[in-house]
T-cell receptor, first 114, second 116 residues
Framework: QKEVEQDPGPLSVPEGAIVSLNCTYS??????FMWYRQYSRKGPELLMY????GNKEDGRFTAQVDKSSKYISLFIRDSQPSDSATYLC??????????????FGRGTQLTVWP | DTEVTQTPKHLVMGMTNKKSLKCEQH?????MYWYKQKAKKPPELMFV???????INESVPSRFSPECPNSSLLNLHLHALQPEDSALYLC???????????????FGPGTRLTVT
């Protein structure tokens, strides 16, 4: 079992839809959770960063972390064609072998059509 | 400013060539990373420098040689590469493992490497 599981999609939605992206993980040492957006042939861009459990909102994006279920989500409201990209979840721990490392999901490919 | 820059953007090299990839950040970050990314896969960690010292080497072949001349610069020296080394090479930086609890990493645009 991989430490971070993410459905690779592809996911295709119409413009204006609410998009839900999810990851599950198995390592209880993870405390720091990130979502990256990666356009084709570009580097990953940090979208959201959350420490421990809870919600964080930034514009149209909301990140949720449920450590008890080892489950994280990214919601995109009013999705736009410019949101079409691959979304990678990533996580890190604060000690031991997880220190300084990011553990990535496989990435979900999202297409928002006009 | 959360910018990490990488040069060159594209590189084509033969299997006998020697070349270097460069990465620079001016965010005061003390941890810097090299990743390799193949198409439709997440980035794979290669090396981590923390406070200019190599702290993680993910059993990368010796034909890849990292160097951290100072806290803002990171190089990856390439020699005698194989065609299967063709990939997007990403540099990233973060505040540093000892400056927690901020662990997020900022990535550069990458160097697309083709080995012929």
């Amino acid at each position: 079992q991989k430490e971070v599981e993410q459905d690779p999609g592809p996911l295709s939605v119409p413009e204006g839809a609410i998009v839900s992206l999810n990851c599950t993980y198995s390592n209880s040492a993870f405390q720091y959770f990130m979502w990256y957006r990666q356009y084709s042939r570009k580097g990953p861009e940090l979208l959201m960063y959350t420490y421990s459990s809870g919600n964080k909102e930034d514009g149209r994006f909301t990140a949720q972390v449920d450590k008890s279920s080892k489950y994280i989500s990214l919601f995109i409201r009013d999705s736009q064609p410019s949101d079409s990209a691959t979304y990678l979840c990533a996580m890190s721990g604060g000690r031991g072998s997880t220190l300084g490392r990011l553990y990535f999901g496989r990435g979900t490919q999202l297409t928002v059509w006009p | 400013d959360t910018e990490v820059t990488q040069t060159p953007k594209h590189l084509v090299m033969g299997m006998t060539n020697k070349k270097s990839l460069k990465c620079e950040q001016h965010m005061g970050h003390r941890a810097m990373y090299w990743y390799k990314q193949k198409a439709k896969k997440p980035p794979e960690l290669m090396f981590v420098y923390s406070y200019e010292k190599l702290s993680i080497n993910e059993s990368v072949p010796s034909r890849f040689s990292p160097e951290c001349p100072n806290s803002s610069l990171l190089n990856l020296h390439l020699h005698a590469l194989q065609p299967e080394d063709s990939a997007l090479y990403l540099c990233a930086s973060s505040l540093g493992p000892r400056k927690g609890p901020s662990y997020e990493q900022y990535f550069g645009p990458g160097t697309r490497l083709t080995v012929t």
